[in-house]
């Protein structure tokens, strides 16, 4: 994940804040089957969506070095390239270029070419030995391991990350299914990433990340709505992880005075999975009951459903869930803050840097993962617990909201029409729309579109995109009976708080 690592001494900060959580009551609308991809969108939507694909992945083009084949994490509106990227950047690339190849953008020798060299850099960047894990940055033109931020000249210090690497393992599964003429290297690649080399089990839950060179290894994912969540499918897949790690993380944190920190009072209760104690909270939010991540972010909540089919394997959990987090986007953008758009999620912030984004109601953060660059949060106090609620924002105190166009994009399997619709209206609106696709935010008070381009969201955008249109050719691609087989009954048995 692009937000955890943007520096070092940055880690510390936002690595504790991205945690997973699940369970809520729901509206009755709330509880029928979340929407299929397949969901018919007309000629012209599909339309839309082609033309979405092609410039997105004309950006990629742009930002992947030709010796290298890997990309910069980020391409400038210039032209000009990062030095840096990252595992999830190389994994965001390879997956798009499956996608790029399945709606015709680009022939199969051409998507055979470019991967082959992706992969043989893969074969020789710098690992570490004993897990097989790759370093998070690397510089995207030679593959040499940063050891020096290039923008800053500030030394790093070189990690694995779980949930970086799990997004590369994610990509290798995919072109392992999806390209046979490279299906026995990329698999061979998949295969030698140990994410058993994570787990904790006194605490059943995997570590951030892990620094070889000081034995820096701060613990743990603890949350289950998060983006991590992607790496402890992997290994629970791969037998590297025992299925009860599934429910080691919370849902919410507790509704006692000792977690009395937390955004809000959950509602729930405790239920016994695997011989594992489960607390099954949720948030409540306009009438809607939640479970929430750590910041109420979008691709927290729904990066891993481009992969996995969480609603339908999880038909009393994520099934309900889901929806709920798309619709608390679309309320609080359009309803609470009144912004006339919606979608939020770690982008960049249009100002020159990189922040987290979200609905602070359905994030634990205390401070909240604001919708805003200004940090308009809430308060709702906690219950018995000496906290006071605090007098609640108005619309008028949400100034400058950051929208960032990969959210609409991650929202389409469950609100196809309100997605297409937001990202009309942004493309409309504001000049956040070019040949290469979407820039990466705009500040929609001021209209200051964001300068770049960024690997991560514009792979989360073509793999949407694919799986829209192309009958969910992710998932059908990195989907093997041994993750059906190990990760879905663990899933089905699990019933949200907010299931009803």
């Known amino acids: ?71 910069a994490d980020s391409l400038h509106h210039d032209g000009t390239r990062s030095d840096q990227t990252s595992t999830t950047n190389i994994g965001a690339y390879m997956w798009s270029a499956v996608v790029a190849e399945e709606l015709g953008i680009i022939d199969r020798g051409e998507l055979v070419d470019r991967l082959s060299v992706t992969i ?29 931020w290039p923008d800053s000249g500030e030394p790093i210090v070189p990690h694995l990350s779980s949930v970086d690497n799990g997004w590369l393992a994610t990509a290798l599964q995919v072109v392992r299914a999806s390209v046979p003429e490279l299906a026995e290297p990329a698999g061979a690649l998949f295969e030698s990433m140990d994410f058993g080399f994570y787990y904790r089990p006194e605490v059943n839950r995997i570590l951030f ?96 459903t481009l992969f996995v ?73 906690f219950d018995g617990c000496d906290r006071p609620a605090q007098p609640l924002p108005g619309p008028e105190d949400y100034t400058n909201g950051v929208v960032t166009p990969h959210a609409s994009f991650l929202a389409l399997r469950y609100a196809p029409e309100e997605a297409l619709e937001n990202l009309a209206n942004l493309e409309r609106d504001f000049g956040i729309y070019t040949d290469w696709g979407f820039r990466d935010t705009v500040n929609v008070d001021t209209g200051v579109v964001d300068e770049h381009y960024l690997a991560l969201d514009q792979g989360m955008i073509m793999g949407a995109i694919g799986n829209h249109l192309a009958g969910d050719m992710l998932r059908d691609a990195f989907v093997t009976p041994k993750l059906t087989s190990r990760v879905r009954p663990v899933m089905a048995m699990e019933e949200f708080a907010n299931f009803r």
């Open 209 to 304: 990340h892990y620094a070889p060179s000081t034995g820096d290894a701060p613990c743990c994912y603890d949350t289950l709505v998060s983006e991590s969540r992607i790496a402890s499918y992997i290994g629970i897949a791969k037998g590297e992880l025992p299925r009860e790690h599934y429910f080691g993380t919370w849902r919410s944190f507790p509704d006692t005075c000792d977690w009395s920190w937390q955004q809000q009072k959950p509602v729930g209760e405790w239920r016994d999975y695997l011989h594992q104690d489960v607390w099954e909270g949720a948030y409540r939010y306009r009438g809607m009951e939640i479970v929430p991540g750590w910041g109420g972010s979008m691709f927290e909540a729904l990066m891993p």
């Open 120 to 148: 043989a850099t893969l074969e020789r960047l710098k690992r570490h030995e004993e897990s097989g894990q790759y370093f998070n940055w690397y510089d995207h033109r030679t593959g040499e391991v940063i050891t020096t």
């Open 1 to 71: 994940m692009r937000s955890l690592f943007r520096q070092s001494g940055v880690a510390a900060v936002v690595v504790t804040v991205s945690a997973l959580v699940a369970g809520a009551m729901v509206p009755t609308q709330a509880a029928t089957p979340a929407s299929s991809s397949a969901t018919a969108t007309g000629d012209d939507a599909r339309a839309t969506l082609q033309r979405y694909a092609e410039d997105t992945w004309a950006s990629f083009v742009a930002m992947t070095d030709d010796d290298s084949g890997l990309p």
């Open 309 to 381: 089919p969480e609603e339908q394997w999880g038909r009393r959990s994520w099934n309900v869930n889901h929806p709920l987090t798309v619709r608390a986007h679309i309320e609080h953008g359009l309803e609470e803050a009144q912004y006339g758009y919606w979608g939020f999620s770690p982008a960049n912030d249009t100002e020159g840097g990189y922040r987290v984004y979200g609905v602070p109601w359905i994030g634990m953060d205390p401070t909240g993962y604001p919708s805003n660059n200004d940090g308009t949060t809430v308060d709702p106090g």
